[in-house]
């Protein structure tokens, strides 16, 4: 007899979403292949007293999603707080130009009027546009696709807005972001305070639905702030550990590769699991949190599997990589505007076609001349993360090549073979940390420890992270929605029966929401 109900694959947010909450009534078994649990939720010590965040940061998708609504009482029983400043974005230009948008919509509209007559009306309309349609447009990102609810959903929304309104609605989303800015805002600086949002749900601004993407991206940040995990992110996993395991109903048990998903026999649509060193793990349903060349290519190899998904999965394609440097700092930096000082998320950028530049640079295998830089300051929201009148920088850079072709600037020298090195790591880091010193005279100095992690030390890191794609996966129209992950798929099914596939490669696609886990044990009667 099976000890487990259930087996979930992966340690991320979804796996642990969907195993707290059926872990709720049945028995569940966590499986992670590496020594910790959090796929990319991780806190480390950066320098003595400095706690922070290696990959994910950021908990928006979390907190303003059933998943929280569902786990949040349990989480804070737990440990967990949610912590974040009155302002989760900004801009600033090489210029020196720069511009903030807060949790205060009347207070971000003075601001772009001021900017540009006009442009703070726009965003008024903008997101009042939005508060209307929100029930559909989460109501799309929270539930399954193919479902009565979404249904529901689709005619409600088509009966309010008739037939034309509706049109309308859809093309207004599948615009991209560099038409939705330049027809709306006439202020540059506007323009370049939302040109990146998309690079952080894997778009590019001149994709069709970054436009739609990036207006959602901006209401979001304005509703809810930009989260983050008080004491570091690596407190929701263990928080989701403590719920999985109370009341001996769950386990989490790392250093566990599985290396196959053993298909039934005798009227049961699944066995179980094997790990890599040979053990078999009995249990009637598993969840995988995988991708799907890991699905399909390796845990369901030995599966009578259709020859059209087969194909599918092979051409599955990934991302742009993602690149990661961290920073303890003897004092927080001193940008040249004070208003910089706590914003939690701050693009150093100059607009829509210096991303759609990088952008391009990046998917054609060069190191961006001049990348977009993500600038995280999680210790203005978290004071707990540096000791006292010091600071931590947390550095996003979304315009990676995954395997080097060269440099768009001409100056750092790649290897043949396309690898990232320590070398152009290093090389690379050194130029961003150039932009910051041109805004930041001396800021080299107030430097403590840099630690950096390239694409392809994100890979190596987590094997869902393919070429150092934080996505899991390219998010274009035609890899998303109802054909994320695969045409074939459908609310988390997969050919195999009994196997649910969730995380970042299924729908609603990245981010730290933990949905598709939440629809999962759904589906599974949680």
Request: net charge negative.
């Amino acid at each position: 007899m099976a000890q487990y109900d259930h087996i979930i694959i992966g340690s991320g947010i979804n796996s642990l979403v969907c195993g707290a909450m059926l872990s709720q009534k049945e028995r569940v078994l966590v499986l992670e292949r590496e020594d910790v649990i959090g796929g990319t939720m991780r806190s480390g010590t950066l320098a003595p007293g400095f706690t922070y965040d290696p990959q994910a940061m950021t908990f928006l998708l979390f907190v303003s999603g059933p998943a929280h609504a569902r786990l949040g009482a349990l989480l804070r029983k737990n440990g967990v707080e949610f912590v974040a400043t009155d302002k989760p974005t900004g801009v600033l230009c090489s210029n020196g130009q720069s511009l903030v948008l807060t949790t205060d919509r009347a207070k971000n509209a003075e601001a772009f009027n001021a900017e540009n007559p006009g442009d703070g009306d726009a965003y008024i309309a903008e997101m009042e546009s939005i508060d209307g349609r929100a029930p559909l447009l989460f109501g799309l990102f929270n539930n399954p696709l193919v479902s009565l609810k979404t249904v529901r959903l689709l005619a409600t929304q088509f009966a309010k807005l008739r037939p034309s309104g509706f049109r309308l609605a859809i093309g207004e989303a599948l615009s991209t972001n560099r038409k939705r800015l330049r027809t709306r805002y006439g202020s540059e600086l506007v323009q370049a305070l939302f040109a990146p949002w998309p690079l952080h749900a894997g778009l590019n601004g001149d994709q069709p639905f970054s436009g739609g993407m990036g207006a959602v991206m901006a209401y979001a940040l304005q509703a809810f702030g930009a989260p983050i995990a008080k004491g570091g992110a690596a407190t929701v996993p263990e928080a989701m550990k403590a719920i999985i395991e109370q009341n001996n109903r769950g386990a989490l048990r790392t250093g566990a590769d599985v290396d196959l998903v053993i298909e039934g026999s005798e009227g049961r649509d699944v066995f179980g699991v094997r790990l890599a060193d040979g053990e078999d793990v009995p249990a009637p349903s598993v969840v995988a949190s995988v991708t799907p060349t890991q699905l399909y290519g390796r845990l369901l190899r030995e599966w009578d599997i259709p020859g059209p998904t087969k194909d599918a999965a092979s051409a599955y394609e990934y991302g742009k990589g993602n690149m990661q440097i961290h920073y303890a700092l003897e004092r927080p930096v001193d940008w040249p505007s004070k208003a910089l000082k706590d914003v939690q998320l701050l693009h150093l950028c100059d607009g829509i076609d210096a991303v759609s530049k990088a952008s391009n640079e990046a998917e054609r295998g060069m190191l961006p001349e001049t990348p977009t830089v993500c600038v995280g300051q999680p210790s203005a929201a978290d004071p707990s993360r540096a000791p006292e009148g010091k600071a931590v920088l947390w550095i996003q850079l979304p315009e990676c090549p995954r395997t080097l072709k060269g440099d768009a600037a001409g100056e750092i020298e790649t290897p043949e073979d396309g690898a990232w090195t320590e070398a152009v790591r290093e090389a690379y880091a050194d130029r961003v940390e150039a932009m910051i010193e041109a805004h930041v005279p001396g800021f080299k100095e107030t430097v403590i420890t840099r630690k950096c992690l390239s694409p392809g030390d994100l890979a190596a890191a987590n094997v869902n992270l393919v070429g150092g794609d934080p996505y899991a996966g390219w998010c274009g129209l035609d890899q998303f929605f109802v054909f994320r992950p695969l045409p074939q798929s459908r609310n988390y099914r997969t050919a195999a029966r009994g196997v649910l596939q969730i995380g970042a490669s299924t729908h609603p696609g990245p981010g730290l929401s933990g949905i598709s886990g939440y629809n999962a044990a759904l589906k599974l009667g949680a």
